[in-house]
């Protein structure tokens, strides 16, 4: 779901996000999910992107500093609900919980959770943020 934006936060920046956890070790990280993880995953970002709380950061972030605030909101969000399935919230964990959700694509109601949570991305990335 956000692999097309990894590239539009800075390497210090994603350190930034993440510096406050230790990440897990490398071979307890998770690669699969179940259609049931999955769905619970989706839903617990929505729920964390709804949240009066993030939205407002978010709707800040966008009219403050831009795409790469509103970027990295989203994968601070990510990152914590992930961590909670076994994932770690760096570049390749970023992507390997992707291909875990992808897998589920099939599902109808996974794919009605799945295609809500993109269209709140798109919603987010496409406010206007370079007008003064």
């Known amino acids: 779901i956000n692999a097309e934006y990894m590239g539009v936060l800075s390497e210090g920046r994603k350190q930034q996000m993440f510096a406050a956890k230790p990440l897990p070790s490398f071979e307890n990280k998770q690669t ?33 500093a831009g795409v790469e605030m509103v970027v990295a909101c989203f994968f601070e969000v990510q990152g914590h609900v992930m961590e909670r399935f076994g994932f770690v919230p760096n570049d390749q964990g970023f992507q390997e919980f992707e291909e875990a959700l992808k897998e589920h694509e099939g599902n109808p109601s996974f794919a009605i959770l799945s295609d809500t949570l993109k ?14």
């Not at 999955?38 to 709707?59: C, D, M």
């Open 119 to 132: 269209r709140k991305y798109r919603q987010y990335l496409s406010m206007d943020t370079t007008s003064s």
């Open 32 to 64: 699969r999910l179940t259609l049931e993880e999955a769905s619970q995953a989706v839903q617990g970002i929505l729920n964390e992107l709804n949240s009066p709380e993030v939205s407002s950061k978010i709707e800040s972030a966008s009219g403050e």
